[in-house]
């Protein structure tokens, strides 16, 4: 079976940690920075690579468990998915770690759980970074 596109998003890094990240349609148009705590300026209003990749991380896997939901003729409401992207060293290397924190309010935990374990096997940026960077998932049901 081939690979079908169905979107593409576009952008343009420049200045690395300390420039700009513009998307194609420039409803992106970000100041970067590298973070205080990595030696560098932290400058207000600036993001970086690392809450770029939380945000689209923790949006595509909520909908990854809403999906999962609606083919189990299940409804959640209120999901939530924070995601925690670390930068660190293994070795000399740099690498990432991310924990996934999703909140379905109202299910029994177990069940939660569950759902949370097929969305990340579904989800694409979970399929992306399996087997290359330690995700790991909590899952809670509070209101």
Do not use: W
């Not at 200045?15 to 300026?41: C, F, Q, W, Y």
């Not at 109202?106 to 969305?119: I, M, N, P, R, S």
């Amino acid at each position: 079976m081939s690979y079908q596109k169905l979107y593409t998003a576009k952008a343009r890094a420049t200045g690395g940690r300390d420039g700009r990240a513009i998307s194609s349609d420039n409803v992106i148009d970000l100041a970067l920075t590298t973070p205080k705590e990595m030696g560098g300026p932290g400058k207000e209003g600036a993001t970086n690579p690392e809450q770029l990749f939380a945000a689209g991380y923790a949006a595509c896997f909520d909908s990854a468990l809403n999906l999962v939901a609606r083919f189990e003729k299940q409804t959640i409401a209120g999901s939530s998915v924070a995601a925690d992207v670390s930068l660190g060293h293994v070795g000399d290397k740099y690498d990432i770690a991310v924990d996934l924190h999703v909140n379905i309010p109202g299910l029994e935990l177990a069940h939660a759980e569950d759902l949370v374990a097929k969305a990340h096997q579904i989800c694409p940026y979970s399929r992306a970074t399996r087997g290359n960077i330690e995700v790991n998932l909590t899952t809670t049901t509070h209101a």
